[in-house]
T-cell receptor, first 116, second 113 residues
């Protein structure tokens, strides 16, 4: 069974400081990994994904994520946080080797609070 | 582009009442999904439709039914609502194959009294 862990319910960071939101995963085959962001009372929006290749993936709004196969991690990062980055962030995984539906499993989410 | 559109955005029901959540996408996606979001539990899949004419159960299908009306539309029905179904429901779609990401609607907040 595949799973995703986001160990921090909330991350607080000062505006202008770098931020990291952690994600670890478990999947039997090769993973497809995703980050989504949810602003209050809105649906989830896609930020970035890792399929294969370069371990550093760049996405929307200046976010990037680093895939680490040995540590089964896919941490979300940004060099300089903005107050407008405050939102709920979800990590998700899919097993690229599974046929049919290819179930997507979501983490429980991490609330990012950027303090002015 | 509208993307994924859900209706209604808010609904209050009494226990035992029925209702249908509507979802439509204009991206010509093959696959459509219904999720529920509850605090501390992330998103859980209720039902999905890999292509027009097919539907399958997800992680938490009990108490729900779905209809894939055509390629654009995928509805979720609660036949006899229960307080445990109080949640925020999201419809999503994606292209059927490969590593495509999900596109989500804005959500439908349902309260069952």
């Amino acid at each position: 069974a595949q799973s995703v862990a986001q160990p921090e319910d909330q991350v607080n960071v000062a505006e202008g400081n770098p931020l990291t939101v952690k994600c670890t995963y478990s999947v039997s085959g090769n993973p497809y990994l995703f980050w989504y962001v949810q602003y209050p009372n809105r649906g989830l929006q896609f930020l970035l994904k890792y399929i294969t290749g370069d371990n550093l993936v760049k996405g929307s709004y200046g976010f990037e994520a680093e895939f680490n196969k040995s540590q089964t991690s896919f941490h979300l990062k940004k060099p300089s946080a903005l107050v407008s980055d405050s939102a709920l962030y979800f990590c998700a995984v899919r097993d690229s080797n599974s046929g049919g539906y290819q179930k997507v499993t979501f983490g429980t989410g991490t609330k990012l609070q950027v303090i002015p | 582009n509208a993307g994924v559109t859900q209706t209604p955005k808010f609904q209050v029901l009494k226990t035992g009442q029925s209702m249908t959540l509507q979802c439509a996408q204009d991206m010509n996606h093959n696959s459509m999904y219904w999720y529920r979001q509850d605090p501390g539990m992330g998103l859980r899949l209720i039902y999905y439709s890999a292509s027009e004419g097919t539907t399958d159960k997800g992680e938490v299908p009990n108490g729900y039914n779905v209809s894939r009306l055509n390629k654009r539309e995928f509805s979720l029905r609660l036949e006899s609502a229960a307080p445990s179904q109080t949640s925020v429901y999201f419809c999503a779609s994606r292209e059927g194959q490969g590593a495509g990401e999900l596109f989500f609607g804005e959500g439908s907040r349902l309260t069952v009294l």
